[in-house]
């Protein structure tokens, strides 16, 4: 059974920072993508970042507009692990955060393309 574990939320103060963890038990890990999703609250789901595999050890990184600039996504294959780093945060930012895996070759922002969910993590900015 495929497992998708976030660490990291936290409460923080406008301006600062946090960095999420997902520690996924899918294999093999490193040819699939992943990606960072957030529901605000009275809010759909959004896309927040991804990094997809494009064969050999080449990944692509992509951003919603609002994040761009201030967060970064990343990955540690040998650790199963991928992260999002949050810089800069600002209140609109508060939401619950999912990571998730996505099996199948498909446009990685596309949040009903992703096949395995994490359970999400709480992050909370303060102004």
């Known amino acids: 059974q495929v497992q998708l574990v976030e660490s990291g939320g936290g409460l923080v103060q406008a301006g600062g920072s946090l960095r999420l963890s997902c520690a996924a038990s899918v294999r093999p890990f490193s040819r699939y993508d992943s990606g960072w999703f957030r529901q605000a609250p009275g809010k759909e789901r959004e896309f927040v970042a991804a990094?997809?595999?494009?064969?050999?050890?080449?990944?692509?990184?992509y951003y919603a507009d609002s994040v761009k600039g201030r967060f970064t996504i990343s990955r540690d294959n040998a650790k199963n692990t991928v992260y999002l780093q949050m810089n800069s945060l600002k209140p609109e930012d508060t939401a619950v955060y999912y990571c998730?895996?996505?099996?199948?070759?498909?446009?990685?922002?596309?949040?009903?393309?992703?096949?395995?969910w994490g359970q999400g993590t709480q992050v909370t900015v303060s102004s």
């Open positions: 990094i997809s595999w494009s064969g050999s050890s080449t990944y692509y990184t």
């Open positions: 998730a895996v996505d099996i199948h070759p498909s446009p990685p922002t596309a949040e009903f393309e992703y096949d395995y």
